[in-house]
């Protein structure tokens, strides 16, 4: 799989899934929270499988 989450994308996912995991590990929500490892995964790999179901590129490269 080529990359297909870029820039911006990026850092708005590893700051959201941190964000979460923090929320959640302190308490401040419910185990829900725990959520935020798939936008960290997604930023920190920069593979999306929703964009690629769907077609979507954010980090400009050609496939």
Not at 5 to 30: E, F, H, S
Not at 32 to 42: C, D, E, K, M, S
Request: charged fraction near 10%; charge should be positive.
């Amino acid at each position: 799989m080529s990359p297909n989450v870029g820039g911006a994308d990026r850092i708005v996912r590893i700051v959201a899934g941190v964000a979460l995991i923090a929320l959640a590990a302190t308490g401040t929500v419910g185990v829900w929270g725990y959520i935020g490892i798939v936008p960290l995964a997604t930023g920190l790999l920069r593979i999306c499988p929703a964009y690629s179901i769907f077609g979507v590129n954010t980090c400009g490269m050609k496939k």
